[in-house]
């Protein structure tokens, strides 16, 4: 079945960063698009980050564009994402979804498969 497993997630100081991962499994992910989603509490959920099947095209949302940069390494089936500059607003459970569709596709970004557990990004001084 489909696995999607985070890690990564820790806390850290404003300015500070981190590297999220993402182990998939239980289908075809040379041929999904993928991408990181976050939920602050008491907030809904966020799409922060996209990236097609061959890793050639990324997107990117509003708050975290110049700050974040998604990756995937289709021959270990791995998605990560590196966070700079980070702010407390970043503070958020952080997920990795995919898509039984190559592209993300705009305005459908949080219409994924699937996604994972989570991991915990805490940003506080």
């Known amino acids: 079945q489909v696995q999607l497993v985070e890690s990564g997630g820790g806390a850290v100081q404003p300015g500070g960063s981190l590297r999220l991962s993402c182990a998939a499994s239980g289908f075809s992910f040379r041929g999904c698009a993928m991408s990181w989603v976050r939920q602050a509490p008491g907030k809904g959920l966020e799409w922060v980050s996209g990236i097609s099947n061959g890793g050639t095209v990324t997107k990117y949302g509003d708050s975290v564009k110049g700050r974040f940069t998604i990756s995937r390494d289709n021959a270990k089936n791995m998605l990560y994402l590196q966070m700079d500059s980070l702010k407390p607003e970043d503070t958020a459970m952080y997920f990795c979804?995919?898509?039984?569709?190559?592209?993300?596709?705009?305005?459908?970004?949080?219409?994924?498969?699937?996604r994972g557990q989570g991991t915990q990004v805490t940003v506080s001084s």
């Open positions: 979804a995919y898509y039984s569709w190559p592209v993300i596709r705009p305005n459908m970004e949080l219409k994924y498969d699937a």
